[in-house]
């Protein structure tokens, strides 16, 4: 979860620096950022089903009965 934290930032802080730059043409900086913003998306999207597996796995092992022996 943390790496995936971390991407996001990463992502958000090149959105932030994309509207400082003068290297793109106006066009160039739309399809740059649309591709960022997708990327978040994603990352997103990843996070949530990642959440889902973990809450899964947790309530599973709490099913599990002990073995005592």
Same mark, same amino acid.
């Not at 599990?64 to 073995?67: D, L």
């Given at each position: 979860m943390r790496r995936l934290d971390q991407l996001a930032l990463g992502v958000a802080r090149e959105v932030q620096l994309v509207g400082q730059a003068d290297i793109f043409l106006y066009v160039e900086r739309r399809e740059y950022l649309t591709a960022l913003? %997708? &990327?978040c998306a994603g990352l997103e999207? $990843? %996070?949530v +089903?990642? $959440?889902k597996g973990r809450q899964r796995n947790d309530r599973e092992q709490r099913q +599990?009965?002990? &073995?005592r022996g």
């Open positions: 913003h %997708r &990327r999207s $990843a %996070r +089903v990642l $959440a +599990v009965p002990e &073995r």
